[in-house]
């Protein structure tokens, strides 16, 4: 005779799963339809931002290189826009690109003869900055740190820095020291 198998009554069966219902289909569709309309947009917010950071943090410590390379130097030093990267350009913005040089004649632009000290290349698309009227073309630093115009006058201003919903500012006090803020003149 045969071993007695158990077997389960009918209400004990189990059947196995082989795929989802269609309402937890549904349910996952649209968990996965919500992270996909949230998340881009985020994370290009989250871009803009990190590209407005980076272009700040890199204009402030261009500035203090400036100002310290006139302490340092005990000459004019000036930081103007360039398209180049190897003389100033008026019709430039600072987002197309930057030199720091040392102004021998003080006329804040740069002439062959005067040592170019760093330069700078354009920033990303989607990233500009640009200068009220006292800092729009040029910041020059005398050998006491202090920033002037070509004419000696005071040299005040603000960089502002913007991308997209992003601002910075860079404001140049009384006595040349830059300082940042959020929110800009975009």
């Known amino acids: 005779m045969?071993?007695?198998?158990?077997?389960?009554?009918?209400?004990q069966r189990t059947r196995a799963q082989s795929g989802f219902?269609?309402?937890?289909?549904?349910?996952?569709?649209?968990?996965?339809?919500?992270?996909?309309?949230i998340g881009p947009p985020a994370y290009l917010a989250l871009l803009g931002n990190t590209?407005?950071?980076?272009?700040?943090?890199?204009?402030?410590?261009?500035?203090?290189?400036?100002?310290t390379e006139a302490i340092k130097r005990n000459r004019r030093v000036t930081l103007c826009t360039s398209s180049d990267g190897q003389f100033c350009a008026k019709a430039a913005h600072w987002h197309d690109g930057w030199i720091v040089f040392e102004d021998a004649n003080g006329d804040g632009v740069r002439?062959?003869?005067?040592?170019l000290l760093r330069a700078g290349i354009g920033q990303h698309a989607g990233v500009g900055i640009s200068g009220n009227a006292p800092v729009r073309d040029y910041v020059s630093y005398v050998p006491?740190?202090?920033?002037?115009?070509v004419s000696g006058a005071l040299q005040m201003g603000t960089l502002s820095?913007?991308?997209?919903?992003?601002?910075?500012?860079?404001?140049?006090?009384?006595?040349?020291?830059?300082?940042?803020?959020?929110?800009?003149?975009?």
């Open 51 to 67: 590209r407005v950071v980076a272009a700040t943090n890199e204009m402030f410590a261009t500035l203090f290189y400036t100002r």
């Open 144 to 149: 006491s740190g202090m920033s002037r115009r």
């Open 2 to 11: 045969a071993p007695a198998t158990f077997r389960p009554s009918g209400r």
């Open 21 to 37: 219902n269609l309402s937890e289909l549904l349910v996952v569709l649209a968990v996965f339809g919500t992270l996909a309309a």
């Open 111 to 115: 002439q062959a003869h005067e040592d």
């Open 161 to 186: 820095v913007c991308g997209g919903v992003s601002a910075r500012s860079i404001v140049i006090s009384a006595s040349g020291r830059p300082r940042v803020e959020k929110g800009g003149n975009c």
